[in-house]
């Protein structure tokens, strides 16, 4: 594929699209004029982070001309195994979690709060938003097709209550008897993947370890914990880890 700047548009302005005319934004457009340095008649690629790939020819600073808008370049059906990383926010290094994991190819990030969280004081809504822009620009970077979500933030417990029966969720841990290890875990729930997919889930913990009702509620609902390492990770190491191992397995699943 041609090596060409790419800039990602929500699905929403593409279908808005009149005359095969996008207007950019001045964040877009400085990224294009300013940063790429990208001259008029210059071909970019625009993604919608929902599949589709298009190229667009810079016409003016603040103007993009999609070709065939009805036709895109390039287009990728969403994975059937969706693969997802849960964290209870740490006290740093969030933002480095959400750009590796984007690139790694993680479909699903949930930010979790817990009991013994260190950094609760939050603004969530205005943290979100610059959260998905961190997203949207790993994305352009990967030259994914498809952009991860990522959810509002849930307590521990009550995000594990809200999970449905399509949702298979493993537990990192460090100092709790463990069966499996991740890969061995993963490997497991092979056995009941049908063809509706679903999403596998890792969650991440806190800097200052599970309480002890997070721990019971754990075993009460049966969630399995699993071993990433036999040394103690920090939250961003332990959550980039668990996604390369996520992503492999569902690499070595294809080659089944």
């Not at 800039?7 to 005359?19: A, H, M, V």
């Not at 498809?146 to 298979?168: F, R, V």
Request: proline share 2%; glycine share 4%; with cysteine.
């Amino acid at each position: 594929m041609e090596d060409l700047t790419r800039l990602i548009i929500s699905n929403e302005r593409i279908e808005n699209i009149k005359n095969n005319n996008l207007e950019l934004t001045n964040k877009e457009a400085h990224y294009i004029n300013k940063v790429m340095r990208i001259k008029n008649g210059k071909e970019i690629f625009i993604a919608n982070g929902e599949g589709s790939l298009w190229k667009a020819i810079k016409v003016k600073n603040d103007f993009l001309e999609i070709s065939q808008l009805e036709k895109p370049y390039l287009f990728q059906e969403k994975e059937i195994i969706l693969l997802g990383i849960a964290v209870v926010i740490p006290k740093s290094g969030f933002e480095d979690i959400l750009k590796m994991c984007t690139e790694i190819g993680i479909d699903f990030i949930q930010p979790l709060f817990s009991e013994r969280q260190v950094n609760k004081n939050l603004n969530f809504s205005r943290k979100l938003l610059r959260w998905n822009s961190i997203i949207k620009e790993a994305v352009e970077q990967s030259e994914r097709l498809w952009k991860p979500s990522i959810l509002n933030g849930m307590d521990i417990i009550e995000w594990l209550k809200s999970i449905d029966n399509q949702e298979s969720v493993s537990i990192s841990i460090t100092r709790e008897e463990t069966r499996y290890d991740l890969n061995q875990w993963l490997r497991k729930q092979q056995e009941f993947i049908n063809k509706k997919g679903g999403i596998f889930w890792n969650v991440i913990g806190p800097e200052g370890g599970w309480s002890s009702k997070e721990i019971n509620f754990f075993y009460k609902n049966n969630i399995t914990f699993v071993k990433l390492s036999d040394t103690i990770l920090r939250t961003s190491t332990a959550s980039i880890n668990a996604s390369s191992i996520l992503n492999q397995w569902r690499i070595d699943l294809k080659l089944i």
